[in-house]
């Protein structure tokens, strides 16, 4: 991380909408940090309007002409797919809602946001985002990001492949991913979450044949290296910063 010397015209807002806090720091064009993370409290019930007009908000404050924003579901070609999270009316301890999750299928949040502020705003799932920070320009690698639920990303030679939306499978015990390995499941107790970290690291790392997988979100930093130490893959962990260097890749591929 480096102090902000540029013009925040020329800079990078990246955006990170997470099930409990939205993460905003600007970015250079390598995808350096300019100063330090600032943090909002997701906002619920999370309606499309008001995420909007809250985004919205910190965007044309940040004086940056373009922007960078990880969704926390399922997402594609500027919409919403599933909203994943933001679907549950009192945040992520209640019960999604049938009639929020309408509002969200189908909503054109990229346009909207380039709408409301004028900015060249691109949106992306925010595992994708977080592979565009991490990822390599060779071989097959896999980003984890741990944090509310778990989310998924495919490189393959530093081209991030389209993968299916994993939190809501099956895991174990007719527990999903999410609910496995979210942060509920995290503070209930650690040392098994722990343990079906490394089992679902080592079982998607074989099903997409990856030789190295990255840890990414807010609880990436709680897993200690290792604990991965007889898998066959290598296993880095990023933390809560990939998707934010990720924003960069959206405008300087």
């Not at 600007?26 to 350096?32: P, Q, R, S």
């Amino acid at each position: 991380m480096k102090p902000v010397e540029t013009s925040m015209l020329e800079t990078i807002l990246a955006i990170d909408i997470g099930a409990t806090t939205i993460k905003f720091c600007h970015v250079d064009a390598g995808g350096e940090l300019l100063g330090s993370i600032r943090r909002k409290a997701t906002p619920y019930p999370c309606r499309p309007a008001r995420l909007v007009e809250l985004l919205a908000q910190r965007i044309i404050a940040s004086q940056s002409r373009w922007v960078g924003v990880g969704f926390p579901g399922e997402f594609s070609d500027g919409h919403v797919i599933r909203p994943g999270n933001l679907s549950r009316p009192g945040g992520v301890m209640t019960e999604r809602d049938p009639g929020l999750e309408r509002e969200w299928r189908g909503f054109a949040l990229q346009e909207a946001l380039c709408a409301a502020t004028g900015r060249d705003v691109r949106v992306v799932n925010d595992a994708r985002l977080a592979a565009l920070g991490c990822c390599g320009a060779e071989g097959v690698e896999l980003v984890l990001t741990l944090g509310t639920g778990l989310g998924l990303s495919l490189s393959v030679d530093g081209v991030v492949r389209t993968t299916r939306d994993v939190g809501a499978e099956a895991a174990k015990g007719g527990l999903t991913y999410d609910q496995l390995l979210g942060e509920r499941a995290r503070s209930l107790d650690e040392a098994a979450w722990s343990k079906d970290v490394v089992r679902t690291v080592a079982g998607f790392s074989e099903e997409f044949d990856a030789t190295t997988v990255h840890l990414a979100g807010g609880n990436a930093r709680r897993v200690s290296p290792g604990i991965f130490s007889a898998l066959a893959c290598r296993v880095i962990i990023e933390g809560n910063q990939a998707p934010l260097r990720g924003a960069a890749k959206l405008f300087y591929s």
